[in-house]
């Protein structure tokens, strides 16, 4: 009896008109965010980084797919951070040896050591460095890109907000001013379930982020902010739909901040064990793995070479930049003031 031929089993289309190419460079960021925090991490504990740390765990997913969906390149398309979008300003072209320096007021560093974490500006690359968390970024970058508007440039600009600030009058303010004057913006509301240690119950009486924003006229969608492709499908219609004139998209980020406020809030407010169920069922980046692997759109070493180039990559970087001097204190009015420019130097201070 002859023996039957296996059938051929074909991978299933990958979503969103990504590449094999494509899918695997989101993972390097994807990567790359989570490498480089736990370098940030291993740093402050030795003392090494100057002010506080935030994390993004549990978060990465939801800031490299949603950045990933706008045009890079010099000039292009534009997005404003919260201090837990890291992966965002990789995608956009920030370098870890900056985010190291920054993190460790290093004089070499973005700020010159004037100010830490993601407080600093690349217009040229696409990120604007936030004047706070608190909503306040969200009429910034309404005024950005209006400007867009008014110069006919084919440019857009994608904001996150997390879920407290949306308790902000600057939020409302904002997303109606940009709602009203139709600009090319994408707000992304990320439902992380705490400011700082207050749960969303306790904020606001609606079930979702999107039953706010709909108030102003514009389409709002709520997307798992876990699952990487289909946050990145939905800014991806987003942007294109701001690039073609039809204004503001808002889209809602289902997420959990597994991380405190910052490496020194102890979480003690969080309810016993749910940060090891979001860790053990819903994180982002195993979830990713996982969806490349089942449909045969990577191979396991495929993405065994890639951690190992991000650890090279985070190993060489702080090398470079760990030993390197703070500022002297002599240049703490460079930059502030304009007249004096720079204080006097004292006698004594030279012994």
Known sequence: MASRAAPITQSPPIPAGLSREQLLEIYRYLRLTRTLEERLTALYRQSKVI????????????????????ERGPNRDVLSPLIRNLGSMLVMGAAPVEILRQYMAKAGGPTHGREMNVHFNDLERGYLGQISHLGDM????????????????????????GDGATSTGTFHEGLNFAAVRNVPLVVIG?????????????????????DRAKGYGIPAVAVDGNDVLAVYEATKLAVERARRGKGVHFIEVKTYRRKGHAEHDDQHYVPKGELESWARENDPVDRYVKQLLHHGW????????????????IDEATDA????????????????????PAAPRHWYRSL
């Open 138 to 161: 969200l009429p910034v970058m309404a005024g950005i890109t209006l400007t867009f508007k008014l110069r006919g440039e084919p440019r857009v600009g994608l904001v996150y907000i």
């Open 190 to 210: 990320e439902y992380n379930h705490w400011a700082y240690s207050t749960p969303p119950e306790k904020q606001f009486a609606v079930k979702h982020l999107v």
């Open 321 to 340: 930049c760990v030993e390197e001097p703070l500022p002297p204190p002599d240049s703490a009015l460079g930059g502030v003031y304009a007249n004096p």
């Open 298 to 313: 990577a191979e396991e070493q495929d993405l065994k070479d890639i951690d190992e180039r991000v650890r090279g990559e």
């Open 51 to 70: 002010g506080g740390l935030f994390r993004s765990l549990g978060q990465e997913g939801e800031s490299v797919a949603s950045a990933y969906a706008l």
